[in-house]
């Protein structure tokens, strides 16, 4: 092995896979999607869609957050992490995390439920646009990701 190779543990299908090289391809556009390319010519791909059931709530509103996720191989041990809606004191209203196993070519749907908080300047929410990152994760390495935005209105 050169000095140069970097050894990064990772696991693939439950196994511990000695990783010598890491190559990340980002696609442009709105849905942020990366594969993760392995030495071993195997590539993970997650496809991910969200979407709130309206683009415009009103103070203490349930919202909903449908998210719809493929992959092109089985993939286990993934994270699902929700995090948006920043208030004006500096803390998300949304942090959620779930751990998710992909079966190669299956379309696996989760929902998220919360009450939305009142909308008004005491509460930290006031009447503005806000947003939520919605990402797939394998450890820290973001496979992919998806924003999305809405009103509060009080």
């Not at 000695?18 to 391809?25: D, E, G, L, T």
């Not at 415009?56 to 699902?80: C, H, M, R, W, Y």
Request: hydrophobic share 35%; aromatic share 10%.
């Amino acid at each position: 092995m050169s000095r140069y190779s970097k050894y990064i543990i990772g696991s693939l299908l439950g196994v511990v896979v000695v990783i010598s090289a890491w190559q990340f391809i980002i696609s442009a556009g709105d849905d942020k999607e990366t594969e993760v390319s392995y030495p071993d010519n195997v590539i993970e791909s997650v496809e991910i869609e969200a979407s709130l059931n309206k683009d415009e709530f009103t103070s203490n509103e349930e919202a909903v957050l449908d998210i719809k996720l493929k992959s092109n191989k089985n993939s286990g041990s993934l994270i699902i992490e929700v995090e948006g809606m920043l208030s004006r004191f500096g803390n998300y209203y949304f942090e959620e995390k779930k751990n998710v196993s992909l079966k190669a070519g299956n379309e696996e749907k989760i929902s998220i439920s919360k009450k939305l908080p009142a909308c008004s300047t005491c509460s930290g929410f006031p009447e503005d646009e806000y947003e939520l990152d919605v990402k797939v994760k394998r450890g820290e390495y973001v496979l992919a990701e998806k924003s999305i935005n809405f009103n509060l209105t009080p």
